[in-house]
Protein backbone atom coordinates (compact mmCIF):
# COMPACT_ATOMS: atom_id res chain seq x y z
CA UNK A 1 0.00 0.00 0.00
CA UNK A 2 0.80 3.84 -0.12
CA UNK A 3 3.58 4.84 2.38
CA UNK A 4 4.03 8.36 4.33
CA UNK A 5 7.48 8.69 5.49
CA UNK A 6 7.49 11.00 8.62
CA UNK A 7 10.16 12.51 10.02
CA UNK A 8 12.10 12.85 12.71
CA UNK A 9 10.07 9.79 15.00
CA UNK A 10 11.53 11.62 17.77
CA UNK A 11 12.67 15.10 19.11
CA UNK A 12 13.83 15.88 22.13
CA UNK A 13 14.54 20.28 22.23
CA UNK A 14 15.02 23.43 24.56
CA UNK A 15 12.56 25.87 25.14
CA UNK A 16 12.67 28.80 22.80
CA UNK A 17 14.11 26.83 19.74
CA UNK A 18 12.48 25.45 16.36
CA UNK A 19 11.64 22.01 15.31
CA UNK A 20 10.71 20.87 11.52
CA UNK A 21 9.16 17.67 11.50
CA UNK A 22 8.95 16.53 7.65
CA UNK A 23 6.18 14.14 5.92
CA UNK A 24 6.78 12.68 2.37
CA UNK A 25 4.37 10.43 0.37
CA UNK A 26 7.04 7.70 -1.19
CA UNK A 27 5.15 6.49 -4.23
CA UNK A 28 2.16 9.11 -4.50
CA UNK A 29 1.15 12.38 -4.84
CA UNK A 30 -0.14 14.23 -2.21
CA UNK A 31 -2.56 17.12 -2.96
CA UNK A 32 -3.80 17.63 0.64
CA UNK A 33 -1.86 17.05 3.75
CA UNK A 34 -3.20 17.09 7.28
CA UNK A 35 -1.42 17.57 10.55
CA UNK A 36 -2.91 16.37 14.06
CA UNK A 37 -1.62 16.86 17.26
CA UNK A 38 -2.37 14.36 19.95
CA UNK A 39 -1.60 14.75 23.40
CA UNK A 40 -0.78 11.68 25.53
CA UNK A 41 -4.46 9.52 26.32
CA UNK A 42 -6.61 12.16 24.05
CA UNK A 43 -7.49 11.67 20.30
CA UNK A 44 -5.98 13.09 17.23
CA UNK A 45 -6.83 16.96 16.86
CA UNK A 46 -6.49 18.64 13.65
CA UNK A 47 -4.20 21.39 13.34
CA UNK A 48 -4.19 22.32 9.90
CA UNK A 49 -4.98 21.48 6.23
CA UNK A 50 -2.26 21.66 3.10
CA UNK A 51 -2.84 21.78 -0.14
CA UNK A 52 0.25 21.69 -2.33
CA UNK A 53 1.23 25.18 -3.24
CA UNK A 54 -1.04 27.53 -1.43
CA UNK A 55 -1.07 28.61 2.11
CA UNK A 56 -2.60 26.22 4.68
CA UNK A 57 -5.87 26.53 6.20
CA UNK A 58 -5.64 26.44 10.38
CA UNK A 59 -8.27 25.20 12.65
CA UNK A 60 -9.56 27.81 15.17
CA UNK A 61 -6.72 28.02 17.77
CA UNK A 62 -3.85 27.14 16.18
CA UNK A 63 -1.37 29.80 15.88
CA UNK A 64 -0.30 30.09 12.58
CA UNK A 65 2.67 32.41 12.77
CA UNK A 66 3.83 29.33 15.38
CA UNK A 67 3.20 26.60 13.33
CA UNK A 68 4.60 27.15 9.73
CA UNK A 69 3.36 24.27 7.28
CA UNK A 70 5.03 24.35 4.21
CA UNK A 71 3.45 22.15 1.14
CA UNK A 72 5.80 23.34 -1.68
CA UNK A 73 5.48 20.18 -3.70
CA UNK A 74 3.42 17.01 -4.59
CA UNK A 75 5.40 14.78 -1.96
CA UNK A 76 6.26 16.83 1.12
CA UNK A 77 4.89 18.82 3.37
CA UNK A 78 7.04 20.37 6.46
CA UNK A 79 5.58 21.57 9.75
CA UNK A 80 7.93 23.75 11.44
CA UNK A 81 7.24 24.72 15.44
CA UNK A 82 8.83 27.78 16.00
CA UNK A 83 10.08 28.66 19.37
CA UNK A 84 8.92 25.70 21.17
CA UNK A 85 7.77 25.47 24.67
CA UNK A 86 7.00 22.70 27.01
CA UNK A 87 3.31 22.82 26.28
CA UNK A 88 3.79 22.14 22.64
CA UNK A 89 5.28 18.90 23.47
CA UNK A 90 2.70 15.95 21.94
CA UNK A 91 2.81 13.10 19.37
CA UNK A 92 2.34 15.18 15.85
CA UNK A 93 1.09 12.97 13.05
CA UNK A 94 0.51 13.90 9.31
CA UNK A 95 -1.74 12.07 6.95
CA UNK A 96 -1.78 13.00 2.95
CA UNK A 97 -4.76 12.32 0.88
CA UNK A 98 -3.41 10.77 -3.05
CA UNK A 99 -4.60 12.00 -6.14
CA UNK A 100 -6.53 9.75 -7.83
CA UNK A 101 -10.44 9.23 -9.11
CA UNK A 102 -12.54 6.68 -8.43
CA UNK A 103 -11.58 5.85 -4.66
CA UNK A 104 -13.32 7.53 -2.36
CA UNK A 105 -11.20 10.17 0.50
CA UNK A 106 -10.77 7.45 3.22
CA UNK A 107 -9.43 4.89 1.09
CA UNK A 108 -6.70 7.64 -0.14
CA UNK A 109 -5.63 9.22 3.05
CA UNK A 110 -2.60 7.69 4.67
CA UNK A 111 -1.07 8.58 7.62
CA UNK A 112 2.56 8.84 9.10
CA UNK A 113 3.96 6.97 12.21
CA UNK A 114 3.90 10.41 13.93
CA UNK A 115 6.53 12.28 15.91
CA UNK A 116 6.79 12.51 19.62
CA UNK A 117 8.25 15.97 20.37
CA UNK A 118 9.69 16.52 23.47
CA UNK A 119 10.33 20.33 24.34
CA UNK A 120 12.64 20.68 28.08
CA UNK B 1 -20.36 20.70 17.44
CA UNK B 2 -18.98 18.00 16.12
CA UNK B 3 -18.26 15.42 18.72
CA UNK B 4 -17.48 11.45 19.03
CA UNK B 5 -17.10 9.60 22.20
CA UNK B 6 -15.57 6.47 22.80
CA UNK B 7 -15.10 4.24 25.97
CA UNK B 8 -11.32 4.78 27.04
CA UNK B 9 -10.84 0.95 27.47
CA UNK B 10 -11.76 -2.79 27.34
CA UNK B 11 -10.31 -5.59 28.04
CA UNK B 12 -10.82 -8.90 26.86
CA UNK B 13 -9.40 -12.61 26.95
CA UNK B 14 -7.36 -13.94 24.24
CA UNK B 15 -9.95 -15.69 21.65
CA UNK B 16 -13.28 -14.18 23.03
CA UNK B 17 -14.90 -10.91 21.34
CA UNK B 18 -14.39 -7.34 21.52
CA UNK B 19 -16.89 -5.08 21.19
CA UNK B 20 -15.41 -1.22 20.79
CA UNK B 21 -18.81 1.36 20.78
CA UNK B 22 -18.83 4.90 19.12
CA UNK B 23 -21.13 8.03 19.37
CA UNK B 24 -21.02 10.97 16.87
CA UNK B 25 -23.04 13.61 16.09
CA UNK B 26 -23.07 14.70 12.76
CA UNK B 27 -25.81 12.78 10.55
CA UNK B 28 -25.09 13.98 7.45
CA UNK B 29 -21.58 12.22 7.57
CA UNK B 30 -21.68 10.09 4.74
CA UNK B 31 -18.32 7.70 5.92
CA UNK B 32 -17.17 6.25 8.97
CA UNK B 33 -14.12 4.87 9.72
CA UNK B 34 -12.42 2.59 12.18
CA UNK B 35 -8.40 3.14 12.72
CA UNK B 36 -6.00 0.96 14.43
CA UNK B 37 -3.05 2.68 16.27
CA UNK B 38 -0.04 0.65 17.65
CA UNK B 39 2.99 2.44 20.48
CA UNK B 40 4.61 4.83 18.89
CA UNK B 41 3.42 4.19 15.14
CA UNK B 42 0.94 6.11 13.15
CA UNK B 43 -2.77 5.12 12.15
CA UNK B 44 -3.89 2.21 10.16
CA UNK B 45 -7.10 2.04 8.56
CA UNK B 46 -9.30 -1.12 9.50
CA UNK B 47 -11.92 -0.73 8.03
CA UNK B 48 -14.73 1.96 7.25
CA UNK B 49 -18.56 1.98 6.62
CA UNK B 50 -21.07 4.00 4.14
CA UNK B 51 -24.17 5.84 6.05
CA UNK B 52 -26.74 4.32 3.89
CA UNK B 53 -25.45 0.84 5.31
CA UNK B 54 -25.63 -0.89 8.57
CA UNK B 55 -23.47 -3.53 8.88
CA UNK B 56 -20.26 -4.45 7.44
CA UNK B 57 -18.17 -7.28 7.47
CA UNK B 58 -14.99 -7.68 6.67
CA UNK B 59 -13.29 -11.52 8.51
CA UNK B 60 -12.91 -10.80 11.68
CA UNK B 61 -13.92 -7.37 11.73
CA UNK B 62 -18.18 -6.39 11.78
CA UNK B 63 -19.13 -2.83 11.61
CA UNK B 64 -22.70 -2.01 12.74
CA UNK B 65 -24.07 1.63 12.12
CA UNK B 66 -26.76 2.42 13.86
CA UNK B 67 -27.72 6.01 12.14
CA UNK B 68 -31.12 6.67 14.37
CA UNK B 69 -28.52 6.78 17.42
CA UNK B 70 -25.82 7.70 15.72
CA UNK B 71 -24.28 4.59 16.98
CA UNK B 72 -21.25 2.79 15.63
CA UNK B 73 -19.68 -0.51 16.73
CA UNK B 74 -16.85 -2.22 16.04
CA UNK B 75 -16.76 -6.28 17.19
CA UNK B 76 -13.21 -8.12 16.24
CA UNK B 77 -14.53 -11.86 16.53
CA UNK B 78 -11.09 -14.36 18.00
CA UNK B 79 -9.39 -11.52 19.61
CA UNK B 80 -5.69 -12.29 19.24
CA UNK B 81 -2.94 -10.87 21.67
CA UNK B 82 -1.72 -8.67 18.41
CA UNK B 83 -5.18 -6.89 18.73
CA UNK B 84 -4.04 -4.92 21.59
CA UNK B 85 -3.98 -1.81 20.47
CA UNK B 86 -5.73 1.78 20.43
CA UNK B 87 -9.03 2.49 18.39
CA UNK B 88 -10.22 5.01 16.87
CA UNK B 89 -13.68 5.99 15.60
CA UNK B 90 -13.74 8.71 13.11
CA UNK B 91 -16.46 10.50 10.67
CA UNK B 92 -15.70 12.60 7.84
CA UNK B 93 -17.19 15.82 7.85
CA UNK B 94 -18.59 15.99 4.32
CA UNK B 95 -18.35 19.59 3.47
CA UNK B 96 -14.60 20.05 4.15
CA UNK B 97 -12.93 16.21 4.46
CA UNK B 98 -12.52 16.89 7.99
CA UNK B 99 -11.95 13.51 9.92
CA UNK B 100 -13.37 13.88 13.83
CA UNK B 101 -11.58 11.61 15.71
CA UNK B 102 -13.02 9.91 18.96
CA UNK B 103 -11.14 9.80 22.19
CA UNK B 104 -9.87 6.04 20.94
CA UNK B 105 -10.03 3.22 23.04
CA UNK B 106 -7.13 1.18 24.48
CA UNK B 107 -7.81 -2.73 24.02
CA UNK B 108 -5.98 -5.00 26.33
CA UNK B 109 -6.01 -8.94 25.09
CA UNK B 110 -5.26 -11.12 28.33
CA UNK B 111 -3.47 -14.31 27.06
Known amino acids: GAVVSQHPSWVICKSGTSVKIECRSL??????MFWYRQFPKQSLMLMAT?????????EQGVEKDKFLINHASLTLSTLTVTSAHPEDSSFYIC????????????????FGSGTQLSVL | GEDVEQSLFLSVREGDSSVINCTYTDSSSTYLYWYKQEPGAGLQLLTY?????DMKQDQRLTVLLNKKDKHLSLRIADTQTGDSAIYFC???????????FGSGTRLLVRP
Open chain 1, 95 to 110: SAHGLGTGAFFGEKLF
Open chain 2, 49 to 53: IFSNM
Open chain 1, 50 to 58: SNEGSKATY
Open chain 1, 27 to 32: DFQATT
Open chain 2, 90 to 100: AELMDSSYKLI
